[in-house]
């Protein structure tokens, strides 16, 4: 394997690291202003709309699913599922 295409790679790999950095940075300071001016939409004069999106999310409760098994003598094993994943890892 040439060892410039790895470098470039590494190059290229550091540069998103840090622009997700400051692109997450900016994300959090756009959310601070909407929510001081307690809007959740904006729309800027060049047309570039901004929304907050509120949702909901569920989860289950680990201390209540444990709960349950010492109860039922279930295993905890049994909620669990195992998934193969394959990534290629440049370092």
């Known amino acids: 394997m040439e060892e410039e295409m790895l470098k470039k790679y590494l190059e290229i790999k550091a540069k998103i690291k840090e622009l997700k950095k ?8 756009i959310l601070t202003e909407m929510k001081l001016i307690d809007k959740d939409n904006y729309i800027s004069e060049d ?11 569920k989860s289950i409760d680990k201390e209540k699913l444990e709960t349950f098994c010492e109860e039922t003598s ?3 094993d049994y909620f669990y599922k195992e998934l193969e994943i394959e990534q290629l890892d440049v370092v």
């Open 47 to 57: 047309g570039v709309e901004v929304n907050i999106k509120r949702y909901t999310r």
């Open 74 to 76: 279930q295993d905890l």
């Open 22 to 29: 400051e692109q997450a940075n900016f994300k959090t300071k």
